[in-house]
């Protein structure tokens, strides 16, 4: 099958193809502009916030991937959660049917649901609806903290115990999440190409690990061969006042969106894994395989 796929030139969509590519399926990937650091993927250049600029470009392919997604707006740039969750969804929808392609992958994100305190959420859920309501053949995904080699949160968190033994909790840390990783999210989409029972279906995507984020911090130390770190408590309500004033400077690591979604927890089921037809990979062995060489 050729797969178009929007969102694709991020870490998710790196072992996405990989996985598509091993299982003979030919890729043609939605980018800003062309460049060869995709490898044996044909590239179209276009924006998703604006139909006109790719809409014929899926003339020819079988199925349709959205993987377009954000963590963090930048309103002055035009990166909202409105924008690239909602608009880039109907945009992309409207694309898939008017091309006569029938197959449809959304990813999305768990947690999500209406009444969402995070926008986050919110657009996620909104985009999910959108979905549903179309007459395509479609899937949605919701994955819980997705890792891998080129992750951010976790290499985030690995870079900050190289450097320093504390590490800092906002709240208790009791907080826990499911992580799953990218080579598994990226079997479940390309095998729901071949699954029909999938059609119609969401799915949540978790891995068999489910753990407070203090005790993730304590995993990613002993990967990395280093002591477990001392886990200073800041104050919640604090936390709360002052982070919408430091995440209006990039490079401050978190925003009260993700703030919310980190207390509210990432958990959910494993029900994917009787459909899909195999286990996700452990996390401890998981991220061995990338911080234990660096």
């Not at 929808?93 to 995070?118: D, E, K, W």
């Not at 994917?272 to 395989?289: K, M, N, S, T, Y």
Request: one cysteine or more; a neutral charge.
């Amino acid at each position: 099958m050729k797969i178009f796929i929007a969102g694709g030139t991020g870490f998710v969509g790196e072992h996405l193809i990989t996985e598509l590519h091993k299982c003979g399926h030919s890729v043609r990937l939605l980018v800003h502009s062309r460049n060869t650091l995709t490898g044996n993927v044909e590239q179209v250049a276009g924006d998703v916030t604006r139909l006109e600029s790719f809409s014929e470009s899926l003339a020819g392919c079988d199925a349709v991937i959205n993987l377009v997604g954000i963590i963090r707006e930048f309103p002055s740039r035009g990166i909202t959660f409105e924008n690239m969750h909602v608009t880039a969804t109907t945009h992309m929808l409207a694309a898939t049917t008017a091309n006569g392609i029938s197959r449809y992958l959304q990813m999305s994100a768990l947690g999500t649901r209406p009444s969402a305190i995070s926008a986050y959420h919110r657009t996620k859920w909104q985009a999910e609806q959108l979905v549903r309501g179309s007459a395509l053949d479609w899937t949605v995904f919701q994955p819980s903290l997705i890792y891998g080699p080129h992750d951010a949160f976790i290499n985030m968190l690995a870079a900050q115990l190289r450097l320093a033994s504390v590490m800092p909790v906002i709240g208790s840390g009791s907080y826990r999440l499911q992580p799953i990783h990218a080579d598994d999210v990226a079997r479940c989409f390309t095998r729901a190409l071949e699954l029909p029972e999938t059609i119609g279906q969401t799915y949540e995507l978790c891995g068999n690990d489910r753990l407070s984020y203090e005790a993730l911090l304590d995993m990613i130390a002993d990967t990395l061969g280093k002591s477990r770190p001392l886990k200073p408590h800041l104050p919640l309500g604090l936390m709360k006042l002052v982070i919408p004033i430091l995440q209006k400077a990039p490079p401050f690591p978190i925003t009260s969106d993700q703030l919310q979604m980190l207390l509210e927890e990432s958990i959910g089921g494993n029900e994917w894994q009787q459909v899909f037809g195999f286990a996700p990979r452990g996390l401890r062995e998981g991220i061995a395989e990338y911080l234990g060489n660096r």
